[in-house]
């Protein structure tokens, strides 16, 4: 039987002062991530991300059930980490002319590109890291809709 686990959005918030400081939320970040990829493989192993827009797409709406829930199923976790990692990635692998002057979370991003991908298959048949950046642009006023 399946477990569940509470869950809610992430509210952390970037607020790099600096050059040195937001070197250091990175390392934070990039330790983080390390160790949630190896809680993650520590667990029953599940479905495997291929990096197909339209596999994350199906994690993206496993993410959104969760969060309208509430619950996330044991077995529903590994996608969510796999959706949310992937996005972080693309997060921080581009610059954001655009935000200069605003901060986001991470659970805006998420809700971002899982409305993104939810309301355009059309964009399903794109390489993943191209559609989240997509919606990313879209959803910080980037580019015009």
């Known amino acids: 039987m399946a477990t569940a686990r509470e869950f809610q959005g992430d509210a952390w918030q970037p607020r790099a002062k600096g050059k040195g400081e937001a070197v250091k939320l ?24 291929d990096g197909t827009t339209t596999q994350l797409a199906r994690f993206a709406a496993v993410y959104e059930r969760a969060l309208a829930s509430g619950v996330a199923l044991a077995e529903d976790q590994q996608k969510i980490g796999y959706f949310e990692g992937f996005v972080i990635g693309v997060y921080f ?7 200069v002057n605003r901060t986001s979370t991470f659970a805006q991003a998420f ?15 794109r ?7 997509e919606a990313l642009e879209h959803g910080f006023g980037c580019l015009a809709k």
């Open 93 to 99: 692998s581009h610059a954001w002319p655009c935000m």
């Open 26 to 49: 990175v390392r934070m970040f990039a330790q983080g991530l390390l160790l949630l990829v190896i809680v993650a493989s520590s667990h029953a192993r599940g479905e495997d991300f």
């Open 111 to 125: 809700g971002i590109v899982a409305k993104y991908l939810r309301e355009n298959p059309e964009r399903w048949d």
């Open 127 to 133: 390489q993943s890291g191209r559609a989240v950046q």
